[in-house]
């Protein structure tokens, strides 16, 4: 196989044919292989991890939200993401991604819409992570300064665990030990391999408290502690304040990222069909909307927090520009169909371009290698799309206030994927 490579690789450089009854495949002749040797080459090289995230990324292709949802393809996710930590050795990932399953099956089983799973928030905050490795934005070599891609997946499944499901940092630190003593016993790690991964579960922890704002207690009988009226009890951190629970993130650079993707996540995802309709107290209504964008923007927007980050962890800088951007993209979207669907003064006809250009493409290169269906951008402008189905108004804003900047981006700036999506406006009002 080796042999064989290097004398395509060859071929290729010397500009020699290789003879049709000579090529593997049938059929290939002299200029399929002259264009082709590079990218064999290539691909025979690549890491193996990159190659199991190529893997995961094909496995999980879909073009559309909708699509991700359906039964089957939410079992084939599952599976196909489990191979993937198993393959790539990530013990303490596959272990949190096991117990986040297992925290939301049953009445936690889906997001507010009643669709989507809700392990799904946790999964689809994992792949802009390993597009950036794909893509150079970050490298192996990096992470493993700060625990390794191992650390930073398990602390991005596990970020929600302490606030809804009560399980502490001391709680995930032995669930972590017990995953790593199992794995162990059953020989499918080494003594010394044991030992470096017990050296990372205190990083994964402390990363979970740095993201946590607020939590709830878990019980002996394993039931949540909730109120007369059956609400759990969120206790309050930091008391209250919101500098004092930002700042914490920046002991480490796995806990900013995983809350700048956790909040994109969150704004990408807050609309849903009848989100018009909803009664202000509502979760999903316009209102609470508006009160989630409005705390987000202590991460985008008000607070400088992308330049500091940046001059902390230097190494991080196409990270932090990405991440900065998609929630930066997300956000204005967000808002602004949160002003038009609540202030009749605003006319839709008169709508401005929204300014998401500037973002769209350090944006896109977060989301280089993500399949459509997962892309928080694109989730989010396909659920506007819905409503603007239904609300003459929200067509008015996708075609004058979303879709022009689009427009202009992509006569700058070829190939902006975002930009590859239909930007026609739905005819129905």
């Known amino acids: 196989m080796v042999l064989e490579s ?28 002259h264009l082709q040797a590079p990218l064999l080459y290539e691909e025979f090289n690549k890491p193996e991890l990159i190659k199991a995230i190529d893997e995961l990324f094909e496995a999980v292709y879909f073009k559309t939200e909708d699509e991700t949802i359906e039964p089957e393809n939410v079992e084939a996710t599952k599976e196909a993401f489990q191979h993937f930590l198993k393959r790539s050795g990530l013990v303490l990932s596959e272990g949190a991604f096991a117990d986040i399953l297992e925290e939301n099956s049953g009445n936690h089983a889906f997001r507010a819409d009643g669709k989507t799973p809700n392990w799904y928030h946790f999964f689809r905050q994992v792949l802009p992570k390993l597009s950036m490795l794909k893509s150079g934005r970050i490298s192996e070599e990096t992470l493993n300064q700060y625990g390794g891609l191992d650390t930073l997946i398990a602390a991005t499944l596990y970020h929600d665990s302490w606030e809804d499901h009560g399980k502490s940092p001391e709680t995930l630190r032995e669930r972590m030990q017990n995953k790593i003593q199992d794995v162990q016993n059953a020989g499918e790690i080494s003594s010394q391999r044991a030992s470096e991964l017990r050296s990372k579960v205190g990083t994964v922890a ?53 809350k700048w993707d956790d909040s994109c996540e969150g704004m990408s995802t807050r609309i849903v069909e009848d989100t018009l309709e909803r009664a202000e107290h509502k979760k999903l209504s316009v209102a609470s909307n508006r009160e989630y964008a409005e705390d987000r923007r202590g991460i985008y927007g008000r607070r400088e927090n992308k330049s500091i980050a940046i001059k902390k962890w230097p190494d991080f800088e196409k990270v932090f520009r990405s991440a900065d951007y998609m929630l930066g993209t997300n956000a204005v979207m967000l808002e602004t169909v949160n002003d038009y669907a609540r202030n009749l003064k605003l006319k839709p006809k008169k709508a401005m371009p929204l300014k998401i250009g500037l973002y769209l493409h350090d944006s896109d290169d977060g989301y280089q290698f993500v399949p ?16 603007a189905k239904k609300n ?38």
């Not at 690789?9 to 009854?21: H, K, T």
């Not at 979303?402 to 999506?421: A, E, F, Q, T």
Request: glycine share 8%; with cysteine; charged share 25%.
């Open 6 to 33: 290097l004398r395509l690789q060859c071929c290729y450089l010397f500009n020699q044919a290789v003879p049709p009854e000579e090529a593997p495949v049938p059929g290939f002749s002299f200029p399929d292989w």
């Open 206 to 258: 402390d990363i979970v408290d740095y993201c946590t704002k607020k939590y709830s207690i878990l019980l002996e009988d394993g039931n949540l502690e909730k109120t007369p009226e059956g609400k759990v009890i969120k206790i309050e951190r930091f008391d209250g304040d919101p500098n004092t629970y930002y700042g914490g993130q920046f002991q480490h650079p796995f806990a900013l990222w995983i």
């Open 372 to 387: 459509p269906g997962w892309r928080n951008d694109f989730i989010q402008i396909g659920r506007i799309r819905k409503l």
């Open 392 to 429: 003459h108004r929200m067509r008015g804003v996708l075609k004058r206030a979303i879709y022009p900047p689009m427009r202009d981006v992509k006569k700058g700036v070829p190939g902006i994927s975002l930009l590859n999506m239909p930007v026609s406006v739905p005819n129905e009002v």
